[in-house]
C-alpha cells in the first residue's frame, strides 16, 4: 500500500511534513497548482498514480476532491482516505467570490454547482472513508458555522463516510497531533480489516 497525499486549494506538499515525520509509510506526495484548473490537475494526478497497486489517500481540504475522483477512477486500487476539512458540498463563498475575482480558476471550480463538486454527488464513497471535521475557527464571510475556510455543513455534505470531529481550524489541522493520532486510528482499523 503506498499512501498518496494530495493537499489543499493554494498550498503545496510541505503541508503534510509533520504529518509524514509521524506516519512512516512508503508515500507519494503530488504537488499540483489551482490555477491550472481541477480537470488538469486530476489528469495529472491520474498519471501519477497509475502504476500504484493499492492506493491509500491522506488529502487536505480541496485535496480530499481530489481523492475522491481518483478513488472513482481507480476504484479497484483504492483502499481508504482520511482526507481533513475537505469542503464535499463545495464553497458557496466561491459561487460570490467568482464574480470578484472572475479569472480565477480556483473560484469556479470549487462552487457547489461546478463541475467537480456536481460530479461526486454521484460518486459512491468508498469503504474505509474517513473526513475530520474541522469545527474551530471563523470567518465572517460565511454566514454559517465554519473552520475559518470551509463550513461544517460542506464537510459534511456527502453521506457514507466517517466523521470524526476536532476542534481545530482549517490551518492548524496539518500540524495538529490531534490529526496524527485520528490518522492513525484510521490505518489500524484499516489493518485489523
Request: charged fraction near 15%; proline fraction near 5%; hydrophobic fraction near 40%.
Amino acid at each position: 500500500m503506498v499512501i498518496v497525499y494530495i493537499h489543499g486549494a493554494s498550498a503545496t506538499s510541505e503541508s503534510f511534513t509533520h504529518i509524514r515525520e509521524h506516519i512512516k509509510h512508503q508515500d507519494l506526495v503530488i504537488d499540483y497548482s489551482s490555477s491550472d484548473g481541477f480537470s488538469f490537475n486530476l489528469s495529472s494526478m491520474i498519471k501519477q498514480i497509475e502504476n500504484i497497486d493499492k492506493i491509500f489517500f491522506i488529502a487536505h481540504s480541496l485535496g480530499g476532491i481530489y481523492a475522491l475522483h481518483l478513488a472513482n477512477y481507480f476504484s479497484d486500487k483504492v483502499v481508504g482516505a482520511v482526507t481533513l476539512s475537505t469542503p464535499y458540498g463545495g464553497s458557496k463563498a466561491a459561487d460570490y467570490a467568482k464574480y470578484f475575482l472572475p479569472f480565477s480558476r480556483l473560484m469556479r471550480d470549487i462552487g457547489p454547482n461546478s463541475e467537480p463538486m456536481r460530479l461526486i454527488r454521484s460518486m459512491p464513497v468508498p469503504p474505509n472513508w474517513t473526513n475530520l471535521v474541522t469545527v474551530a475557527g471563523y470567518s465572517p464571510w460565511m454566514h454559517e458555522p465554519n473552520d475559518g475556510v470551509v463550513t461544517h455543513s460542506s464537510m459534511r455534505a456527502l453521506p457514507g463516510m466517517d466523521l470524526v470531529e476536532l476542534e481545530l481550524n482549517h490551518y492548524e489541522i496539518v500540524i495538529s497531533n490531534k490529526t496524527i493520532d485520528a490518522i492513525q486510528q484510521c490505518l489500524g482499523k484499516f489493518n485489523q480489516q
